[in-house]
């Protein structure tokens, strides 16, 4: 029973490395061209200059020049890192999120960045926290439910209302999937800041090498 159920399982794997294996890498190239160039030709007629468009490119600068307007200079780099850590987080799972087809974005910004609406991940979500950080990082209890108000404004209004302007759209996604992951970033990236601080502190202090 077990060398039969081995022999069809070696018979499955090798039927599959049959077909992988007829895909070359130059067929894989000449498909992600005309991927671009159907990309780049949708971004020209339906995407530029379009009001959606203009959109993401205000939401690109407004809150950044916000953010260094009312920024506490004295711990900027603090307040960056952790906009970092939370950016790098939130992009990296948005590409996964977009390449695996759970969601996708009617409007892009350009079609040469992924993920594609990163203008909503820096101006609307990470912004956000790095401001919700600076305020509240002081106090865990605090900076718990000030992240949790925030989690719930990203998932169930701040999403809902790109879908309205049919700048995203959830194809197996769900807003309500959002919310923990939103808050559970936040409060990473805030232990591992404060784990680095620590360690900083550490290394300061006498006999230490």
Known sequence: MLSSTLEIIGQFLLHKTNVLSTVSLEELMKAERNYHEILRSYWHEKNFLTARWWFLVILSIVPALIWWMVVDKKKVIENTAFGLFYGVSAIF????????????????????????LYPYDVGVVIIPFMLVYQRYSSSLKKFIIATGILSLFLAFVAEPSMELLHIYKELTWKHIYSFPIYWSLGLICRAIIKKFKSLENESKLPGSV
């Not at 799972?93 to 009617?106: E, K, Q, R």
Request: glycine share 4%; proline share 12%.
């Open 93 to 116: 799972l948005d590409s996964i999120g977009s390449n695996a087809m759970v969601w996708t974005y009617p409007v892009r910004l350009t079609p040469y960045i992924n993920p594609q």
